[in-house]
């Protein structure tokens, strides 16, 4: 016997399909627009509406982007005229006592500095917080120093070991 001959056999003897064929052709009509129309609701309710939501959300992000966009390219010169006016600048001699000083008001221990080639200022920091570390970074390019590398070892909950590079901006 071949496959499909033991499953029409498992099927004329299946309880269900016998009362399928009990019933009257009216009965069976309607239970099977009835398949149909549950078929055809959850095709809509599982594939087709959640499709379109997303097209939808995808259309109004890309709405939003494109409107990022154009507000960019529309104040492109302006930021580019702040950001050369706004740049503070710092003699490097004056890098090392500044970043100590600002680091002992945030409250930071620097384990240990050199000063490296062309002006640069290498710093070891122990055991700090992440956050008051970032504040510190702001609060030191607001003045002129630039950070170059940072290179950061996960200590604790919130601390970690730092090795950060400073610049003066002249």
């Known amino acids: 016997m071949t496959f499909t001959q033991q499953l029409n056999a498992r099927l004329s003897e299946s309880p269900l399909w ?61 930021a580019r005229q702040m950001s050369r006016n706004n740049v503070v600048t710092l003699a490097p001699e004056q890098l090392q006592g500044l970043v100590t000083q600002s680091a002992q008001q945030q409250g930071l221990l620097i ?13 070891s920091l122990s055991g700090v917080s992440y956050a008051a570390l970032l504040r510190w970074f702001d609060e030191l390019q607001a003045v002129g120093a630039s950070v170059t590398e940072v290179a950061l070892n996960r200590v604790g909950e919130g601390l970690v070991d730092a090795r950060v590079t400073f610049r003066a901006n002249s």
């Open 18 to 78: 016998l009362r399928w064929q009990r019933l009257a052709p009216r009965e069976r009509r309607s239970l099977s627009l009835l398949a149909v129309f549950l078929l055809a609701t959850l095709c809509y309710l599982l594939l087709w509406q959640p499709t379109q939501q997303r097209v939808s959300e995808a259309r109004a992000w890309f709405q939003q982007e494109r409107e990022l966009y154009a507000y960019l390219q529309q104040n492109t010169d302006l």
């Open 111 to 123: 384990a240990s500095y050199d000063m490296g080639g062309e002006g640069a200022l290498e710093l």
